[in-house]
């Protein structure tokens, strides 16, 4: 069995779609106004957004996106910083990895 859905609640839908769909390269299946969407991956994968006011998960909740090695993962690092947003280097942990807020009030792992 494996996970392939995920409800996130998010305070704006739209910049949260934009930024998996440009980071990780999820595909919009379908949205309903800025308060809801629908991303697939080309695994399978479901992610749901929905608007919600207030976003208010644990300080330790993340969704990861595992990658396919070191090297990808520092592209997305950079491309991240290049576009402004506040990520720390990778580092090794458990495994190769960085985090980054995400728009909309969530926290992204990025790892190999």
Same mark, same amino acid.
């Given at each position: 069995?494996?996970?392939?859905?995920?409800?996130?609640?998010?305070?704006?839908?739209?910049?949260?779609?934009?930024?998996? =769909?440009?980071?990780? $390269?999820?595909?919009? #299946?379908?949205?309903?106004?800025? *308060? &809801?969407? %629908?991303?697939?991956?080309?695994?399978?994968?479901?992610?749901?957004?929905?608007?919600?006011?207030?976003?208010?998960?644990?300080?330790?909740?993340?969704?990861?996106?595992?990658?396919?090695? =070191?090297?990808?993962? $520092?592209?997305?690092? #950079?491309?991240?910083?290049?576009? *402004? &947003?506040? %990520?720390?280097?990778?580092?090794?942990?458990?495994?190769?990895?960085?985090?980054?807020?995400?728009?909309?009030?969530?926290?992204?792992?990025?790892?190999?």
């Amino acid at each position: 069995m494996k996970v392939n859905h995920l409800n996130l609640t998010v305070t704006d839908v739209k910049a949260a779609r934009e930024f998996l =769909e440009k980071y990780f $390269n999820l595909q919009t #299946e379908h949205t309903r106004g800025n *308060g &809801f969407a %629908v991303l697939l991956d080309n695994d399978g994968f479901v992610l749901t957004l929905m608007k919600g006011t207030k976003v208010n998960y644990p300080s330790t909740f993340h969704i990861g996106f595992i990658q396919d090695s =070191e090297d990808k993962v $520092n592209e997305i690092n #950079e491309r991240m910083k290049n576009d *402004g &947003f506040d %990520v720390m280097p990778p580092q090794r942990s458990h495994g190769w990895t960085f985090y980054v807020e995400a728009p909309g009030g969530f926290t992204i792992e990025v790892l190999c």
